[in-house]
């Protein structure tokens, strides 16, 4: 047991991240900092495959920025890290799943980071926010992020109010994947990340690179640029041994065995 604010723990290629910051697990920028540390060195460690970020506290996921650390001096444009607000936003090439596991209260910073994940699921208790217009100010994140990923007007309601999701909304909207009672969120969670890390990690990073690029480009421009191996992670993948493995398990009518080269 440590005083650190941010938990990790690896289990086989799986890393698994814990914010931990009583009472609300807010985030400031030194737990901001070391977020983007944690993300970076998963990024970077070739034995990790899929990363699976939950808190403690069952009443409370992430409210997002610790406004009692900016009272105390903390800028809100201060030094976030390397990945930016919660090491996850801004942090270039990240191309593992990362699955979030919501188990509480998701607002603010807090849900820009959970929609910086790849898969969200979340405990039957939990809810969502936007509460920054009652503050005035504004969710940046979310406002590019949020209108993207579900139907606009309730992506504007939600920015415009602040108004409340509980966790059956949010998946109604498709904000997040799947409900879970508390008990079951993190075997859920383990058991996702755990079919990702049996998966072609080559591929995975193929997928968030091209969805990612994709966001900001034409289809025909994007689908050339997949054709003509313009993506490095394209290129990695086709000139790899897990490509030839994918083809010879198929031909020999076995499971395949990936080694992400």
Request: charged share 30%; net charge negative; glycine share 8%.
């Amino acid at each position: 047991m440590t005083d650190d604010p941010i938990k990790t723990e690896r289990r086989g290629h799986i890393l698994e991240v814990t914010i931990d910051r009583p009472k609300a697990n807010a985030i400031d920028l030194a737990t901001s900092r070391i977020m983007g540390e944690v993300f970076r060195d998963f990024r970077d460690d070739p034995e990790l495959r899929v990363a699976i970020l939950t808190a403690t506290n069952e009443k409370f996921f992430c409210p997002g920025w610790d406004l009692k650390a900016a009272a105390d001096g903390d800028a809100v444009d201060g030094d976030y890290g390397v990945g930016g607000f919660g090491g996850l936003q801004e942090l270039r090439g990240l191309n593992k799943p990362v699955i979030c596991a919501v188990n509480g209260i998701c607002c603010g910073g807090g849900l820009e980071i959970a929609l910086s994940c790849d898969i969200i699921l979340a405990a039957d208790h939990a809810s969502f926010a936007l509460p920054e217009i009652r503050s005035g100010t504004i969710a940046d994140a979310a406002s590019i992020k949020l209108p993207k990923r579900i139907p606009y007007h309730i992506a504007m309601e939600m920015l415009l109010t602040g108004r409340w999701l509980d966790a059956e909304e949010a998946a109604r909207w498709g904000m997040i994947n799947r409900v879970h009672s508390s008990a079951d969120l993190m075997p859920e969670a383990r058991k996702m990340a755990e079919l990702l890390a049996s998966g072609p990690p080559l591929v995975y990073a193929a997928i968030k690179e091209v969805v990612r690029e994709a966001e900001d480009m034409k289809f025909q421009d994007c689908l050339n640029k997949i054709t003509q191996s313009q993506f490095e992670t394209i290129d990695v993948l086709y000139h790899s041994e897990d490509q030839l493995e994918g083809a010879r398990a198929f031909a020999e009518k076995r499971d395949p065995v990936w080694k992400g080269r």
